[in-house]
């Protein structure tokens, strides 16, 4: 379909929009001339928009265009990852985020430095900065191919586009202009999804013919409870694995923790996180209902059997093309939301990759301390730099094929060990360095290869139907017709085992070898320095019996938070010197008595 002069407008005001929210921020405030500024927004935001950017710095362009494609080929039992999202957001803000905040560290993994060492920081930062580059190249690659598929317009082009206005507005405007552009990407993502859902449900006569066709043809899927762990997605995976999942995201990412770090207070960053809950599983359920409704519409001639795309990501733009290019600038307002989901995912990889190459990389090796302005302006430079690399990456994601499946498995491989280095550090303080890298090490290793080893067993999708589709040429049509369900000659279980394992697992997998391994090893190779317990969890601090476990408070920001917590602890130390002048009165009444 072509594009008229309307869609143009509404992509390009996008695109405008975003990087005039980066001048503006570049250009007010304090102009982004520190780097408490240019990465923490100097701990000044409130918790709204940053419970946006939560939100759609990994749940954007992968969300819109892979659970749709997901809840169309193989039903709805992957939406019941929102139930651990639900079970995993109280220990995120109960046993990491206390620890970080209280901290207030730049990058994350400063706090594995002062927990264990250099090597230990080193090697979890380097995993890090390997999964935001290959999870960057899918984001920026995912609407360049909806792009590509909706409109004809050049995959290249349309990577160079997301990349660079995405790269020029995150390296001027700083965390503060990631933030604000995340709300207002945020909302177009939601728009475009909603779109798609009115005009569908219009079309088939209403969500509960939608819902209807769905059922009928075995899209609604929510009670597998096979404990296989071979098995796709099933209660167990889906609540189990998916909870892993959203901690390696939520609790220790980089990414993540740098714009919790924004906020006041604690309490604040606290807030932020429960905010993004429902956020995150409104746009979740409205997606996987965009997928059931592009079925109904599809159900009796199927786009990917046909041969109409070539990939099943193609069919969320597909949708568009067929029934919105007829109203003017909501095709554009579409691909303007996908666009944004890409554009704020990419910032946030951008500004953590800065971020940690800075604190990680560069400044342990000055020999003296630098000037705020080469602090800043080499921040700055980084995220220049990584914004143009992220681009050439972006080519890379074309060669894997699913979406969704490929940035679960990029989060999956190296966010468990990450999330079991953290937890190893905070909940165990016997655990030493020696012990938990090489833990780290071998759980990164073995997740890379189960996750990205093969041959895999093929994805056997639900069934499709082709018998109403018009009797056309099948040159007119890009693609081969795809049937599914192809495979190589081997029987499932002829498969070898470890690759047979869900996605779903590869971070329980990998937090568990870096556990385990951390722990057994600990045994000859123990923690001989005491731990600072400001580095250990609160929930640690209640089972060791420390008599401080509820004093995780944040960093006083302002005169009258610093009364607060003047008057806070003015009274636990009079209460503490009560007890002992009552203990040391009845010792001597004791004494006295005879």
Known sequence: MELSIWDYGVFALVLIISAGIGV??????????????????????SPLPVAFSLMASFMSAITMLGVSSENYLYGTQFQL??????????????????????LRLTSVYEYLEKRFGRVARFSASIAFSLQMFLYTGIVLYAPALALSAATGINTVLSVLSIG??????????????????????????????????????IDMGGISQIWSIASESGRIQFFNFDMDPTVRHSVCSQIVGGMFIYLSLYAVNQAQVQRLLTVRSLYEAKMSLWLSLPILMILSFSTAFAGLTIFAKYHNCDPIMQGRICAPDQLLPLFVADTLSEYPGVTGLFIAGLLSGSLST?????????????EDYITPMLKQPVSILVSTLSNKSLAFTYGLTCIGLAFVASKFKGVLQASLTVFGVVGGPLLGIFTVGMMFPFVSEVAVVPSFLIAL?????????GPKPPVHRLSGHISECPQLSEERFPCSPNYGNSSIGLAPDEYFYFYRISYMYYTLIGFTITLLLSLILSIWFP??????????????HKIMGYEDADEFISIPKNEEEQKIIAEMKFKQDLRKRNIEVLEESSTNHYTTAL
Do not use: H
């Open 24 to 45: 503006f921020y570049r250009f007010t405030g304090g102009k982004q001339k520190t780097v408490e500024e240019y990465m923490l927004a100097n701990g000044q935001m």
């Open 445 to 453: 290793v073995f997740g890379f290869w189960i996750g990205f080893g």
């Open 81 to 102: 990852i929102n139930i651990a999202y639900v079970i995993a957001t109280p220990i995120a803000t109960s046993c990491f985020l206390p620890v970080f905040y209280t």
């Open 346 to 358: 990419v910032s946030s990889s951008i500004n953590s990759l800065a971020a940690v190459t800075w």
């Open 164 to 201: 660079l206005v995405c790269t020029f507005y995150s390296t001027i405007g700083g965390m503060k202009a990631v933030l604000i552009t995340d709300v207002f990407q945020s909302l177009l993502m939601f728009a475009a999804i909603y779109c798609v859902i009115i005009k569908g449900s």
């Open 527 to 540: 923690q001989k320095n005491q731990v600072d317990k400001k580095l250990l969890s609160p929930m640690t």
